[in-house]
């Protein structure tokens, strides 16, 4: 069966003809190119099963429902294109010689945007601006960018007013500049769903910066091959399909740069569950990751370094406790080995408490330092592991504090 362009051109002009079912065409062949910009056509549009050798052209169309299920054409534009209610395209296959297979930028679907089924796109399909008023499907299917972009799907600013899945054996594949998967700055109202599916580039898959997620996010890491960028991303309730550890792993060594949010984010979330443990290695890990990619100088690196091995960054002050024991030790240790201390053994390590603790003094009897070159040694150490002791009690106090106030 064959039917021209033109034919299916006039017929939706002439709209108020149709039934109200609208016009019906399946397993047809069109000849000539179809074009359908600017038709206004309160009936719904079926080329169900069809193919064409030349791009479908919709741009600024309007249409009730518009089914483009299994067309086999080299691409479709529709950008500005207005369905009231779904606009499927399951299972098409669109090969595109140019860079998009689908150019669909600042579309308004009133129902769900169907590309699932196995839907196969040689070429940018791009949703730029485009407002979805239920659900984008993306279940199983097929891209691959071409072209210097090079994203499989660029859909900068969507807004989508339940879910998005690009799960169920979704995939994406990035060939040029942009991440596989750019969606910076879109809106879901619902979940955010990535659970069985493949996001793969030389450089980033997937681009999420920006994303709000209305509830949840199913993330798992195992199908993302390259960086992933996460600045901005905002969620509900605790990630899924991933374990704390996976994050921490994906958040240090798979992220472009060192970026504050995502940490935040992962902690707050972690936090409101009341997982406090979890809570202290994600904060533990941001200071590490802080420390060896973020923008800190010489002496502030440093500074964050004793802070990190002494009191984990006030995440775990029970560090500076360890510290301060081993101050006292090495302060017996020198006390009692020196032979420099004249008393008792007992009295000898009662003086050795007494020069270095900060807080606590215990008998030590008649000590006396012999005025020796090792006495003024004992003299000099104790007097350094007394500033070591004040400092690790001090450190302990102030990350115990801190660590209270954070848990109030």
């Known amino acids: 069966m064959e039917i021209t362009g033109d034919e299916i051109r006039r017929r939706m002009v002439e709209f108020e003809s149709l039934d109200p079912g609208g016009l019906v065409v399946e397993g047809a062949r069109i000849v000539?190119?179809?074009d359908l910009s600017d038709v206004v056509a309160k009936r719904p549009l079926v080329l169900r099963d069809c193919t064409t050798e030349l791009p479908v052209v919709l741009d600024r169309a309007q249409f009730a429902l518009l089914d483009l299920s299994r067309l086999v054409a080299p691409m479709v534009r529709a950008n500005r294109?207005?369905?009231?209610?779904?606009?499927?395209?399951s299972g098409a296959r669109l090969t595109s010689e140019e860079e998009y297979a689908l150019h669909a930028r600042g579309i308004r679907v009133g129902g769900s945007l169907y590309l699932d089924e196995d839907f196969n796109a040689t070429g940018t399909v791009e949703l730029n601006g485009a407002r979805i008023g239920a659900v984008l499907y993306c279940r199983g299917a097929q891209l691959r960018g071409n072209g210097g972009a090079g994203a499989a799907l660029y859909a900068v600013d969507l807004h989508v007013g339940s879910a998005v899945f690009l799960s169920n054996g979704f995939s994406a594949v990035?060939?040029?500049r942009y991440a596989a998967v750019r969606i910076r700055g879109a809106k879901i109202d619902g979940q955010l769903i990535l659970r069985d599916g493949r996001f793969s580039s030389s450089d980033t898959a997937l681009d999420l910066r920006h994303v709000q997620v209305g509830t949840e996010l199913l993330m798992p890491f195992d199908g993302i091959e390259g960086q992933v960028q996460l600045e901005g991303l905002t969620y509900q309730g605790l990630p899924r399909d991933a374990t704390v550890d996976e994050w921490l792993s994906l958040l240090s060594t798979r992220t472009p740069n060192y970026s504050t949010q995502p940490w935040v984010q992962l902690a707050d979330a972690h936090a409101a569950a009341g997982n406090?443990?979890?809570?202290?290695?994600i904060r533990v890990a941001q200071q590490r990751d802080l420390r060896r990619r973020g923008q800190l100088s010489r002496w502030g690196r440093t500074w964050h370094f004793v802070r990190g091995v002494t009191v984990g960054h006030g995440y775990r002050p029970a560090l500076a406790l360890l510290w301060l024991a081993g101050v006292l030790a090495l302060s017996v240790g020198i006390v009692t080995l020196s032979g420099a201390v004249r008393c008792s053994a007992v009295e000898q390590v009662g003086y050795a408490l007494n020069v270095a603790t900060p807080l606590v003094k215990v008998d030590a009897g008649r000590c006396t330092v012999a005025?020796?070159?090792a006495g003024q040694f004992v003299l000099a150490s104790t007097w350094l592991l007394?500033?070591?002791?004040?400092a690790f009690a001090t450190l302990f106090v102030a990350g115990f504090t801190g660590l209270v106030r954070r848990n109030a």
């Not at 406090?276 to 290695?281: K, N």
Request: proline share 3%.
């Open 32 to 34: 000539g190119q179809l």
């Open 81 to 89: 294109l207005t369905v009231d209610h779904d606009l499927r395209l």
């Open 174 to 176: 990035g060939t040029g």
């Open 276 to 281: 406090e443990r979890d809570v202290r290695r």
């Open 371 to 373: 005025p020796s070159s």
């Open 386 to 390: 007394q500033i070591l002791a004040w």
